[in-house]
């Protein structure tokens, strides 16, 4: 065999080398736990009626972009340019539309309960997206099975760790594991697969606002320390949603472009 033809042999079985490394590195580390702190969100804001306002009231960008992607791209899902990948653009925009419902069930009087239909949806939205861009990426892959599957992997992400909290202390490595698989492979599958550089710039771009989220997420009490007016975890729903905003944004501009894939 060439040496060209060895090489990208290797690229594409990058992707799936880089997932089972991931399961095993978690397997071999151990349950991975949720903060004891968890639930203590520095927002106190009271607005509109609403406790902890902020953190609700921030969830309502999600529900404006699904709505946004489900106008714009539901009626023209054969379109060749959202065919290949629309099962899982389609779970996508469920996990995105019902994150806005669930967080902000959830942000209104935090707890366990409540948090699973907060990660619900998220998994949901991170499972699709994964099925999207790699029946895209790669041709005869059928992306209604992918978002099937990965649509079970992430209710039972969710639920496995709602039952181990709940026997003795909670795992998050498969939520983990759902959440990180989309910011590696969907570059990585764009890269070796070439797809149109547009798709490559603007979903980077939706994955960097995703990475910038979840670390507002992490300094929630100290952005709000410093800043004085939001808090680190209202700002991550608003870069999260800045971030789907833009992969939507990518989707319509896709359908109204001559020529783009």
Same mark, same amino acid.
């Given at each position: 065999m060439p @040496?060209?033809?060895i090489m990208k042999a290797s690229l594409r079985s990058l992707p799936l080398a880089i997932t089972l490394a991931a399961c095993f590195l978690l397997v071999v580390h151990g349950p991975i736990l949720q903060l004891a702190h968890y639930h203590e969100f520095a927002d106190r804001s009271f607005l509109l009626g609403l406790p902890h306002g902020a953190d609700v009231l921030s969830n309502l960008g999600f529900a404006l972009v699904g709505g946004w992607g489900w106008l714009k791209l539901a009626p023209v899902r054969s379109h060749p340019?959202? @065919?290949? *990948? $629309?099962? *899982?653009?389609?779970?996508f925009l469920l996990g995105l539309t019902l994150t806005a419902l669930g967080s902000s069930f959830y942000h209104w009087?935090?707890?366990?309960?409540?948090?699973?239909?907060d990660r619900l949806p998220i998994a949901l939205a991170c499972a699709g997206l994964l099925a999207a861009v790699r029946a895209e990426t790669r041709p005869g892959i059928e992306a209604g099975r992918d978002a099937a599957l990965l649509a079970v992997f992430a209710i039972a992400s969710v639920a496995?760790?709602?039952? #181990?909290?709940?026997?003795?202390?909670?795992? !998050? @490595?498969?939520?983990?594991l759902l959440q990180g698989l989309p910011l590696v !492979?969907?570059?990585? $599958?764009?890269?070796?697969?070439?797809?149109p550089r547009l798709? @490559?710039? $603007?979903?980077?771009?939706? /994955?960097? /606002?995703?990475? %910038?989220?979840?670390?507002?997420?992490? %300094?929630d009490h100290e952005l709000l320390a410093a800043l004085g007016w939001?808090?680190?975890? #209202?700002?991550k729903h608003l870069l999260a949603t800045g971030a789907a905003a833009v992969l939507v944004g990518r989707l319509v501009q896709r359908i109204s472009m001559d020529g783009e894939p």
């Open positions: @040496r060209i033809e340019a959202l @065919r290949a *990948g $629309w099962p *899982g653009y389609r779970l009087a935090p707890d366990n309960a409540r948090l699973v239909w496995w760790w709602y039952a #181990t909290e709940l026997w003795v202390k909670g795992d !998050l @490595r498969p939520y983990l !492979l969907v570059p990585l $599958w764009q890269a070796i697969y070439r797809a798709d @490559r710039v $603007w979903f980077g771009v939706a /994955l960097l /606002l995703y990475v %910038f989220a979840k670390g507002a997420e992490v %300094f939001i808090s680190g975890h #209202t700002l």
